[in-house]
């Protein structure tokens, strides 16, 4: 079946970019998403790609997708503090019915 | 309403007991979801609703799990004597046809 895979943890500087990887195994994946949690909140959708671009910017936010790879990227800039959270990638194939998440990245921003 | 909301927020039960969730999803909303985060772990699917079509049950991880939808707007999921290892946060999402998924805060479910 699907499987999607990310990195536990990341540390990052306040100011600095972070950069949360993804990969997926889903070949006939159609939408690629970015979703974040913060402590005890649901989760909210960050920003989306749809499998036959390569990058999106949205703001701070940039989003690499690299089909052949099956790699996803996350590019927050200027981190902030605001940004600690869980941040977690999520796949959607062509059937359509489900998103399959991977298992989140926790980044912790110091000051 | 103005997000998807779920109650209760928190329930603590005691093994063996059954539990009751339930989602109420953004109007308009034709598909819905349930999917469930254990502590530290990712999000595993449960089920998903989509309009009149028969749901998919495919990640229900035993026959003590079932859910409805009603009027293709309200679901509960039911949990039948509940096990330890059913202690999650229970989320439930809905969306556009295949749209994006606007999520809920989520049931606390602590099996004692």
């Known amino acids: 079946g699907e499987d999607v895979e990310q990195s536990l943890f990341l540390s990052v500087r306040e100011g600095d970019s972070s950069v949360i990887n993804c990969t997926y195994t889903?070949?006939?994946?159609?939408?690629l998403y970015w979703y974040k949690q913060e402590p005890g909140a649901g989760l909210q959708l960050l920003t989306y790609?749809?499998?036959?671009?390569d990058m999106k910017q949205d703001q701070r936010l940039t989003v690499l997708l690299n089909k052949k790879d099956k790699h996803l990227s996350l590019r927050i800039a200027d981190t902030q503090t605001g940004d600690s959270a869980i941040y977690f990638c999520?796949?959607?194939?062509?059937?359509?019915?489900?998103?399959?998440f991977g298992g989140g990245t926790r980044v912790l921003v110091k000051p | 309403g103005a997000g998807v909301s779920q109650s209760p927020s928190n329930k603590v039960t005691e093994k063996g007991k059954d539990v009751e969730l339930r989602c109420d999803p953004i109007s308009g909303h034709t598909a819905l979801y349930w999917y469930r985060q254990s502590l530290g772990q990712g999000l595993e699917f449960l089920i998903y609703?989509?309009?009149?079509?028969?749901?998919?049950k495919s990640g229900l991880p035993s026959d003590r799990f079932s859910a409805e939808r009603t009027g293709g707007s309200v679901s509960t999921l039911t949990i039948q004597r509940t096990q330890q290892e059913d202690s999650a946060v229970y989320l439930c999402a809905s969306s556009r046809s295949t749209g994006e998924l606007f999520f809920g805060e989520g049931s606390r479910l602590t099996v004692l």
């Open positions: 889903d070949s006939s994946s159609t939408y």
């Open positions: 609703f989509q309009g009149n079509s028969a749901p998919d």
């Open positions: 999520a796949e959607r194939g062509a059937a359509g019915n489900k998103l399959t």
């Open positions: 790609i749809f499998s036959n671009m």
